[in-house]
């Protein structure tokens, strides 16, 4: 499948923990997105990455972190983690900078207890 | 600031009925309007967008300006139409990410 790959798919782990995960782009996707889905929320946006830089941020919290690699897969740190913060974290990428169809992955779901 | 609002969270019909799943949207700025929708099991992607102006499986939206809405309609609904949807606007021409709206919940009812 070279679609948008997410791991993990499901995540269970503790108040004051950290996290990673894992976003693989569709093969020649340039830019990766992330969303947060909180429970009766919509997708709220956290950030984009093109060709390895910060391109714009939504409101992510100083807690979470990012980064794109030269290899174009991207990490999404979640530390000091709250009950809160248990959500969907999808990843979408895009060719380029402006394309409004994004590709989106399965998410990882991250639940804090 | 930009929004969206899908004001249903869940929307029931019979299969043949007509259907309409709201978006409003609040932007100072010329907009660009997608919908989304994410069926059982399957990833969200995209339905369609207002400036491609066509149909996708049955499915129109219009941009109304006036009254800052892109409802999605259909004529005649099917089972396989349930879905979650999703509104999302952006800037027209522009570098921003999508905004989304919460999502309706599409139920339909044999």
């Known amino acids: 499948d070279s679609g948008v790959t997410q791991t993990p798919k499901h995540l269970i782990t503790a108040t004051g923990q950290r996290v990673t995960l894992r976003c693989s782009p569709r093969s020649g996707d340039l830019s990766v997105y992330w969303y947060q889905q909180s429970l009766d929320q919509g997708l709220q946006f956290l950030i984009q990455y093109y060709n390895g830089e910060e391109r714009a941020k939504g409101n992510i919290l100083e807690r979470f972190s990012a980064q794109q690699f030269p290899d174009l897969h991207s990490e999404l740190n979640l530390s000091s983690l709250e009950l809160g913060d248990s959500a969907l974290y999808f990843c979408?990428?895009?060719?380029?900078?402006?394309?409004?169809?994004?590709?989106f992955g399965e998410g990882s779901r991250l639940t804090v207890l | 600031a930009q929004r969206v609002t899908q004001p249903e969270k869940l929307l029931s019909v019979f299969k043949g009925a007509p259907v309409e799943l709201k978006c409003n949207y609040s932007y100072s700025g010329s907009p660009e309007l997608f919908w989304y929708v994410q069926y059982s099991r399957q990833r969200l992607q995209l339905l369609l967008r207002?400036?491609s102006r066509e149909s996708i499986k049955g499915f129109t939206a219009d941009l109304n300006k006036g009254e800052t809405s892109f409802h999605l309609k259909k004529p005649f609904a099917q089972e396989e139409d349930s879905a979650m949807y999703y509104c999302?606007?952006?800037?027209?021409?522009?570098?921003?990410?999508?905004?989304f709206g919460k999502g309706t919940r599409l139920s339909v009812i044999a």
């Open positions: 999302a606007l952006r800037s027209f021409g522009g570098n921003t990410p999508l905004v």
């Open positions: 979408a990428s895009t060719p380029g900078l402006a394309s409004g169809e994004l590709f």
């Open positions: 207002h400036i």
